[in-house]
């Protein structure tokens, strides 16, 4: 039976804002720390395996000390609160420490990037990196998912880093096409682009060749100091001619080039000379481009691209790979511990700031509400940092992100811990009183809270019905990718990309709705009822992918959008509330207040099941044979199996997450019943 709430149980809306930010601020760090971690291999050139490390080994961190700073919270007594010191306190710490977290020195860089304009010869938008504002950008971004149209342009970009680079020296650059493996085509190329740190560089003998020798040349030059201009000519080019497709050289037959610099470029050329030699002068340079205009070169049979390029610039190689790795590693470990002192008892606030059993859920559908804008956002982090319309290299794109997520960490964060006010206001909740305890008494009511909390049964039931639905959801992530690229669109991967690019834009956009949706059920019908309602519409989506993933309507693929949103949506507007009721029914139970461990063993399985279900999804990926290189003509059953995982993995997980949440035995009535007899132990009523 729904009961009406009563005045003093009620939060106001701008309180429950209030609460919101403080979700907003725990995903705008999180989407930061993951979708920045790019610019370590692209700025700073770290391999790939160090960047994987950097990324797990604090989070496998971050979940040891989750119940630790929950435990701590329970029993912190102070005059402002158990939880609030910690939000005031975690927010200005991770904030300043994430800004600090990107202020590594950068190496110079210099970059080369090959555009080919595709069989239409016309450029499709998005793709040459031509340096245009933030909102062109999203424009551009937006066409191409909105269109789902063929776009055959392609392109990629290499980086020279020092010491391949000198001061005052020509150096030879010499790449193998082969590195520019998003190239797929390279029949009609149309413009080669140079770009990076150096702001003036003289350039000569550009060119394609073909040599037996696939490997990349090693850089010629020396470092000559004081030096503004080149005083000898760049080396002779040794290259058989009729292995050669040259734009720019004394030595060979030169091939049209319409433009030397755009005039959408940023940058100044000019003719020069160097020891009577012709050369490019470049000054004010950020972005420059050559361009082929209507006549594309066909460089399929070139093996590599080479460049000769002189700088009176300073050439610096930043740190070593070992600096980079431990000087991330030892602030990422240090920023999860601030980050954790913010997150885990800003949880753990929301569990106590009503004792009303509906309230709870109204809260937490605010809170979702608004938290989640940090996911519409947190996509976009790597459009600005490579914006080269705005920075020089993607690391001063970091850098100046980073400094926008302090501040906004900063002055939002402590917007809960200024304006909110709790409940359990002294701590313990009725527990014994701790003075006095030695170092292994603690250690030991540690142990003993952490197991008594992953032992009670309401609350291992939503663990459980949690790590089921996120995490089939996690597993199959890169799936739906697939199914787009090589069974809906046939094995371009365009189309998919911008299939897939649609269905989550409409599926974000859903889940905003959902959350409505879901609060106002929860209050209706039951948390639990609302949970069955939610999860058993996800499923329906599930079932519609089978049906509605086909080559024949490719635009269906949007329909099962709406109903998938029901699955994350109402997961986690419910399990917040329900997660309130449990601690109640605890403390009735063993006489002592623990949203703190909760919430952090709750969060704990979420991201240990995240990385798991990562790991395991790569495998069942690996099982269906998959290879992108064979494009359309995949192995017998490949397509069969990832629409088969892509559909009924989640389907079938989540039937399961149904099946335990139906033994979770807290009602709106039994919630009643316990805070009644809380507040009678308490002398509230």
Same mark, same amino acid.
């Given at each position: ?18 609460? +919101?930010?403080? +979700? ?55 005059? &402002? ?16 420490? @994430? ?70 020296? &020509? ?8 590195? @520019? ?193 940090? @996911? ?36 939002? /964060? ?105 609060? &106002?059920? /929860? ?16 499923? @329906? ?145």
């Amino acid at each position: 039976m729904t009961h009406r709430t009563a005045p003093k149980d009620r939060i106001s809306f701008p309180h429950k804002v209030c609460y +919101g930010i403080g +979700g907003f601020v725990n995903n705008l760090l999180a989407q930061g720390i993951g979708n920045m971690m790019v610019v370590l291999t692209l700025a700073l050139g770290m391999d790939f395996r160090a960047v994987g490390l950097l990324g797990s080994l604090p989070r496998a961190f971050d979940a040891i000390t989750d119940p630790l700073v929950g435990f701590i919270s329970d029993k912190t007594k102070s005059r &402002w609160g158990r939880r609030r010191p910690f939000l005031f306190v975690g927010a200005i710490a991770s904030g300043i420490i @994430f800004a600090l977290l990107w202020q590594m020195p950068a190496p110079t860089q210099f970059r080369l990037k090959l555009v080919d304009y595709g069989a239409d010869g016309v450029y499709s938008g998005g793709e040459t990196g031509e340096p245009v504002g933030f909102l062109e950008s999203v424009g551009n971004s937006l066409k191409g998912i909105v269109t789902v149209e063929l776009i055959d342009d392609v392109e990629d970009e290499v980086t020279i880093l020092p010491p391949a680079l000198v001061t005052g020296g &020509w150096v030879s650059v010499d790449v193998p096409l082969t590195d @520019f493996d998003q190239l797929s085509t390279r029949e009609h190329l149309s413009q080669i682009l140079i770009s990076g740190d150096l702001t003036e560089v003289y350039v000569d003998n550009v060119y394609l060749y073909r040599t037996d020798d696939a490997t990349r040349a090693e850089p010629t030059g020396r470092d000559v100091d004081g030096a503004t201009a080149p005083s000898t000519a760049a080396p002779t080019p040794t290259v058989p001619a009729e292995d050669v497709i040259s734009f720019f050289s004394g030595a060979y037959d030169d091939v049209p080039v319409q433009f030397w610099s755009t005039a959408w470029d940023e940058s100044e050329v000019a003719d020069a000379q160097a020891s009577g030699d012709d050369v490019k002068h470049y000054t004010g340079m950020r972005f420059a481009a050559i361009d082929f205009g209507e006549t594309p070169v066909d460089a399929r049979g070139m093996t590599h691209v080479h460049m000769d390029i002189w700088t009176p610039e300073p050439t610096g190689e930043g740190r070593s790979q070992g600096y980079y790795f431990w000087y991330f590693l030892i602030g990422s470990l240090v920023f999860f511990l601030a980050y954790t002192v913010f997150a885990t008892p800003w949880v753990a606030l929301g569990y106590e700031l009503t004792p009303d059993y509906n309230e709870r859920t109204r809260l937490m559908g605010v809170q979702n509400f608004v938290s989640n804008i940090a @996911f519409v956002i947190g996509p976009w982090f790597l459009v600005i940092m490579t914006n080269a319309a705005w920075f020089r290299n993607q690391m001063a794109g970091a850098r100046l992100l980073a400094l926008a997520i302090c501040v906004t960490t900063i002055v939002l /964060g402590v917007i809960p811990a200024i304006f909110l006010r709790e409940r359990m206001h002294a701590g313990g909740g009725g527990g014994a009183d701790e003075e006095g305890r030695s170092f292994g008494e603690s250690v030991w009511e540690f142990i003993r809270g952490l197991l008594q909390t992953i032992t009670t049964g309401p609350f291992l039931v939503l663990c459980i019905a949690t790590f089921l639905i996120f995490n089939s959801f996690i597993m199959i992530s890169q799936f739906q990718f697939w199914v787009f690229a090589f069974y809906v669109s046939g094995g371009n991967i365009g189309e998919g990309a911008g299939l897939a690019g649609l269905v989550a834009t409409l599926g974000t956009v859903s889940g905003f709705l959902v959350i409505v949706i879901v609060t &106002w059920l /929860g209050t209706k019908i039951g948390k639990k009822n609302a949970f069955f309602v939610s999860t058993g519409i996800s499923m @329906f989506g599930y079932v519609l992918k089978w049906f509605c993933y086909t080559p024949e309507y490719p635009m269906l693929a949007l329909l099962p959008a709406p109903f998938l949103a029901f699955g994350l949506g109402g997961l986690f507007t419910l399990m917040g509330s329900m997660i309130a009721d449990v601690v109640d029914l605890d403390e009735l139970t063993t006489g002592e207040r623990r949203e703190g461990m909760f919430g952090s063993v709750f969060w704990w399985v979420v991201k240990v099941g995240q990385s798991l279900a990562l790991l395991l999804g790569g495998f069942l990926l690996y099982s269906t044979g998959l290879d992108p290189a064979l494009g359309a003509n995949q192995p017998e059953g490949t397509v069969f199996w990832l629409r088969f995982y892509d559909a009924f993995v989640p389907l079938v997980a989540s039937g399961i997450a149904i099946f335990a949440v139906y033994m979770y035995p807290i009602t709106e009535d039994s919630a009643l019943e316990v805070r009644t007899e809380l507040e009678r132990r308490r002398g509230a009523g």
